[in-house]
């Protein structure tokens, strides 16, 4: 009897031995911890150029400017533009609160590059070449096609474009409702003519939380060519160090100089 009662002793301290080992061992997760998030935020994007916030996908789709089809979400870098939505409650843009505006920007100091490829730039599009003046050295990435050109220095280590042209068609829409429609309806614009007369809606949008701005310029090419040419630039462009700024007379300028040359 007393050899059973021995038995079942070591029975069951062996039981409660491999019940204790299990529960330090068995749940110890031994796969690679997921790479941080931190150093990134989430936008969407239809061309991997210019990224908007969900609030900003949700209006155009409400709209009827896109099918949700049209955007990725991807993620990028915490110092990437991304251009938000508005506040409902208020019905003006989160950005517009703030009191910087543009004439108020502290513009970082960084030489423009004085190359022979720099100033009057031509470039060839499915609707014949165009000249525009810009005051960096740029090429089309290889991201650009016939109707989107986004340029880029030719010699940096990244492949951002630090301008982007773009040919849409409006799908008969008129400029104001296209550039609304574009990047959001409570943004303010004014009203400009370029260097050839066509009429320009420029937008000059306070990143949140930031002293940069995205700068867009929307040109009146509906009758002629029958598109809408979307300019785009940030402020600042910033890669280990300042790559590009524009001040927004510069980049107003930089839009009003586009034309079509052919």
Not at 44 to 54: C, E, H, P
Not at 66 to 93: C, F, M, N, R
């Amino acid at each position: 009897m007393g050899f059973i009662i021995k038995g079942l002793k070591v029975i069951i301290g062996l039981i409660v031995f491999f019940v204790v080992i299990g529960a330090l061992f068995g749940n110890h997760n031994t796969s690679t911890p997921a790479a941080t998030t931190t150093d990134t935020k989430t936008a969407y994007t239809r061309d991997n150029i210019n990224f908007i916030s969900k609030d900003r996908v949700d209006e155009n789709i409400k709209v009827g400017y896109a099918k949700p089809s049209d955007y990725k979400e991807v993620q990028v870098p915490l110092s990437t533009v991304v251009v938000g939505g508005y506040a409902p409650e208020s019905g003006i843009s989160k950005q517009e609160e703030q009191t910087t505006t543009p004439s108020q920007q502290t513009q970082p100091s960084t030489p423009k590059p004085m190359t022979s490829a720099s100033g009057t730039q031509i470039f060839s599009t499915d609707l014949g070449k165009i000249q525009i003046d810009i005051p960096y050295a740029l090429t089309p990435n290889k991201y650009s096609s016939g109707t989107q050109l986004n340029l880029r220095m030719p010699n940096a280590a990244v492949d951002w474009a630090i301008v982007a042209i773009s040919l849409e068609h409006p799908n008969g829409l008129t400029l104001e409702d296209f550039a609304a429609f574009s990047v959001g309806q409570n943004y303010k614009y004014e009203t400009m003519t370029t260097n050839d007369g066509h009429t320009m809606l420029f937008y000059a949008i306070p990143q949140e939380g930031s002293t940069r701005y995205v700068y867009d310029g929307f040109i009146d090419h509906i009758k002629d060519k029958k598109v809408v040419v979307q300019i785009w630039a940030n402020s600042e462009n910033y890669f280990m160090k300042v790559i590009s700024t524009f001040s927004k007379d510069e980049f107003e300028n930089v839009c009003k100089s586009f034309e079509f040359i052919n």
